[in-house]
Structures are given as C-alpha cells and as structure tokens.
C-alpha cells in the first residue's frame, strides 16, 4: 500500500525483457520490498551502490507505461508504507488500471500548470471532480472531468519533484482510480441492480 506521495526520483538504467534496473537513492531498500515506480507496485529483487533491479511481467510492460521507457528516463519512486508513516496523500494500492494520453500540460500562472489527461472507458465512472486519483503514482485532485478527459492543478512542489514536470503532450501516464471511488460505484451498482 501506498500514499502517492513520491519521495525520490530514480533514473532508469536499463530496461530488459523481464526487468527494469534504476538508479536511485532509496534508504534502507531490502529484497523483496514492494516499491511502485511510477505507481506500479514491483517487487525489489537486486540492490547494490544505489542500482535497484525489479522483475516486470509482460503485462505489466504491455498495461503501464513502464514499457515506454528508456535509459535515462526519469521515475517517481514511493517506497510501501510501514507503521507509523503519515497518510499525506490517498490509500494508492500500486495496482495500475491504465495507461493514458497527456492531452495538455500548460502553465496557469503563480507557478501552477494545468495537467489534462484523457478518461480511459475503464476509468469513467471512477473519476469526480475534487475526488484523488494516481497519475504515475503521485495523489492529486480532480479539478475538471468531460466525458472523454480530465483535469488536476500541479502545484510547483509537485513539478519539481516528480517527473510530471518532464512530461509532454502525447506521453502516456500511469492511472489509478482512488478505492473510495471503486466502492461507491460498487454500492451504486448494487442498488440499482435491486430495483
């Protein structure tokens, strides 16, 4: 389980047919631990001089867009909560549903920029204004949805330290839709389904 809030940007190494191998500094990492980089939840399977090795499955490669990415890319990494951590952002489960289309990343005065993404089909539904959602694994607000394209605000912090700051127009991004979200259309479901 995660919060969405990154605490570390990582550079991929390399990437192979069945890993992915950044460069990062990530305190105390140990074998095993689930880490999300880019909000997909990997499993550390090799660490050693700040160089981390994660198995990825050909679906995953397929569904997130872990698939697009080259040598020195940058990722946000957020290591999985431990007792005691602070819930700054949403419970973000690392389960990826899509992968989507930056549609505009445009400044919006005082240091914020205006980040639209297109709705996936998997998504509508799940996606409310003022509700959370994981773009590349960071917590952010809905500020605007259509039915085809949301919106949320990035606020410097965020854009300095993630990698959405880098992003551009037509790269795709990592989404997951907030459990409450996933909950409430599940109990909408059920009521209607009984009338």
């Known amino acids: 389980m995660f919060t969405g809030i990154i605490n570390h ?15 990062a500094r990530i305190p105390k990492p140990r074998l095993g631990a689930s880490i999300a980089i880019n909000g997909v939840c990997l499993t550390l399977v090799k660490t050693k001089s700040g160089e ?20 020195g890319g940058m990722v946000n990494i957020e ?6 951590d602070e819930i700054g952002g949403h419970f973000v489960s690392g389960h990826v549903d899509a992968a989507a289309k930056v549609l ?12 639209r993404v297109e709705l996936p089909a998997i ?16 917590s952010l607000t809905v500020t605007a949805a259509g039915a085809n394209h949301f919106e949320v605000m990035l ?4 854009l300095q330290n993630t990698n959405l700051g880098r ?3 037509s790269d795709k991004v990592n989404l997951e839709a907030d459990p409450l979200a996933r909950y409430a259309m599940a109990a909408a ?6 009338q």
């Open 79 to 84: 290591p999985s909560l431990r007792h005691g």
């Open 167 to 169: 992003r551009k127009v």
């Open 189 to 194: 479901q059920a009521l209607r389904s009984k």
């Open 52 to 71: 981390h090795s994660f198995d990825v499955g050909p679906e995953t490669w397929k569904r997130t867009n872990l698939g697009a990415l080259a040598a």
């Open 123 to 138: 998504l509508r539904g799940l996606v409310a204004v003022k509700g959370s959602i994981a773009i590349d694994g960071i």
């Open 104 to 115: 505009a990343l445009e400044p919006w005065g005082e240091g914020f920029w205006r980040l």
């Open 155 to 158: 606020v410097p912090h965020t």
């Open 9 to 23: 940007l990582g550079t991929v190494k390399k990437r192979t047919k069945a890993a992915l191998v950044i460069v």
